[in-house]
């Protein structure tokens, strides 16, 4: 069991925060021992396998977003992220949550799907009918090519086909698109997909008398979805000068503004996925695959839209909720061999893929409601600029204690520029020169 509620950790340092999180979870040395070592976060000898012409490793920060509870679950959330304030937010709103009973998530089966594109077929309709007739052949063809993943409950699963393009017209005429769909289990699956479309692709070519050109996994995974949804009464969301009312009914205009202009849109996705990316980051997923599918899916309805949906209930209360694609994976891809990303799954203590995927879209939902929260109330950039100053601080030269002294000064000064910053950081260091050449 994890206790996700870790009073004052943003107080400690380092060696404290892992103390308590051993108390909350407990996690193995060797993973520890990667965490805190400068070198053997990724080992250059584990890059070099993973990518071509490797030249080092590109660390990010790895925080841990606190007091998550989903479906009466606690989970300490790990995120890779370069950005200042959103873990903060994450753990913020999901107190808030946790106090109103926590998050609710479900997530659907996990059908991936394999596109094998088919053209120059000499009848689209016999083509598609014979096709279908031949469905539990091609499966069972599918199957063959990686059997481990039927033997594990998985596999290729069904057949769909369908006719794209318009008929009569060069540049989008008509092609025969056939869909594998396959239960990846806990995998993500692109190489499983992908190898299943390459091995039925012949035989498609021979009972469809057309050409087989592309063979790859759609990233659009409309088969492998998970939801999750926060109610919360307006009292838990008063904050310093503003009412639980108040607060929620900007919350709700600032959606508005988002459903009603695809430029706010945008941004408020934005916003969903700074919490998706970095927890699928740290759990050694791919967040191209997550960030395509995902805005894809925002526009499902016709029109680009906010990933999220705010309303308010008949109690009164604020309800929210987001559905994504999530073909997240717990085995696979660089999840066995990243140290980051095996910490990650052992922190997290997920027992799937569909779990992990229920906890990343809690953390999308949390995090667009931390920024619509502070939107709609003072604004993002007083707690944002307090963090970022920490950045500008070590930009301007600042190292150890001088880090804290000299971004407290900019936050007093409400003046975050790089020189203002120099500045400081000169005048701190003129003393110890000075007694350096003495
Ligand atoms: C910044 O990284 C994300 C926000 O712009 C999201 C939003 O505006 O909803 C604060």
Same mark, same amino acid.
């Given at each position: 069991m994890t206790n996700a509620r870790i009073p004052g950790f943003y107080k400690m340092n380092v060696d404290e925060r892992l103390r308590k999180l051993r108390q909350a979870r407990p996690i193995p040395l060797r993973d520890l021992y990667a965490l805190t070592s400068e070198t053997a976060a990724l080992p250059f000898e584990t890059a070099n396998h993973m990518?071509?012409?490797?030249?080092g490793v590109y660390p990010l920060p790895l925080g841990v977003a606190l007091n998550f509870q989903i479906n009466g679950k606690d989970y300490l959330v790990p995120m890779a992220i370069e950005e200042p304030s959103v873990v903060a937010s994450a753990s913020h709103i999901a107190k808030l949550v946790r106090e109103a009973g926590g998050f609710t998530a479900e997530a659907t089966e996990r059908e991936m799907i394999g596109q094998i594109q088919v053209v120059g077929c000499p009848n689209l309709e016999a083509a598609t009918e014979i096709l279908l007739q031949r469905e539990a052949e091609l499966v069972a063809l599918a199957n063959a090519a990686h059997p481990s993943m039927q033997a594990r409950g998985g596999g290729a699963k069904h057949l769909q086909v369908r006719v794209v393009g318009e008929a009569g $017209?060069?540049?989008?005429s008509q092609m025969l698109v056939v869909h594998l769909l396959v239960d990846t289990c806990d995998a993500m699956g692109a190489n499983v997909v992908n190898t299943m479309a390459e091995a039925i692709a012949p035989r498609v070519e021979e009972l469809t008398g057309g050409k087989v050109y592309l063979r790859i996994l759609s990233?659009? $995974?409309?088969?492998c979805l998970a939801r999750a949804r926060c109610i919360i009464p307006p009292e838990q969301l008063a904050t310093r000068g503003y009412t639980g009312e108040q607060v929620r009914d900007g919350v709700l205009c600032a959606y508005r503004f988002a459903v009603s202009d695809v430029y706010r849109a945008v941004t408020h996705n934005k916003g969903v996925m700074n919490g998706i990316d970095a927890v699928v980051m740290a759990t050694g997923n791919d967040w191209r695959a997550i960030e395509a599918g995902a805005h894809a899916y925002a526009a499902r309805f016709g029109s680009y839209a906010p990933m999220t949906e705010w309303r308010v209930d008949e109690l009164g209360r604020l309800v929210g909720s987001l559905e994504l694609p999530m073909p997240v994976g717990t085995v696979g891809g660089s999840i066995g061999i990243h140290p980051m990303a095996r910490f990650a799954r052992d922190l997290l203590n997920v027992r799937s893929a569909a779990e992990l995927a229920q906890v990343v879209v809690a953390v999308g939902l949390a995090q667009n409601l931390g920024a619509l929260k502070a939107l709609a109330t003072d604004g993002i950039q007083r707690g944002h600029m307090a963090l970022h100053a920490r950045s500008i601080a070590m930009a301007a030269g600042a190292t150890g204690e001088m880090v804290e002294q000299v971004a407290a000064r900019l936050t007093e000064l409400r003046d975050f520029s790089l020189d203002r910053a120099k500045e400081l950081v000169q005048a701190l260091q003129a003393p110890r020169l000075t007694h350096a050449v003495r």
């Open positions: 990518i071509e012409n490797a030249i $017209t060069a540049r989008h990233n659009y $995974t409309t088969g």
